[in-house]
């Protein structure tokens, strides 16, 4: 059974950072490109970072415009996880984040997401 499990979220003010982790079971990451998604209240899920398979190498990324600067994503093959480094965080980036592959995988794939809150 395929699993993703996301954590690392959490309560923060503007011009903080958190490490959100997205592990993986019956899946191995470094055949997939994988993406975090967030979803704020009222608004459709979005694509915020993705990076490309990698079996030896780190793989490339991209970026919403409006993280590029201040998130990176990044993966460890031998732990099978993706991060995800938010810096300079501001109260728009409030949202679910979750991991998914990318593009996405079945809907049931979907893990339950990481609460992230940033408060001016």
Partial sequence: QVQL???GGGLVQAGGSLRLSCAASGIVFRFNAVGWYRQAPGKQRELVA???Q???RAG?????????GRFT???DNAKNTV???MNSLKPEDTAVYYCNLAPPGPSG???Q???VTVSS
């Fill in 5 to 7: 499990v996301e954590s």
């Fill in 54 to 56: 990698s079996i030896t």
């Fill in 50 to 52: 993705s990076i490309t």
């Fill in 73 to 75: 994503i990044s993966r």
């Fill in 83 to 85: 991060y995800l480094q």
């Fill in 113 to 115: 997401g990481t609460q």
């Fill in 60 to 68: 490339n990324t991209n970026y919403a415009d409006s993280v590029k």
């Fill in 109 to 111: 794939l979907w893990g």
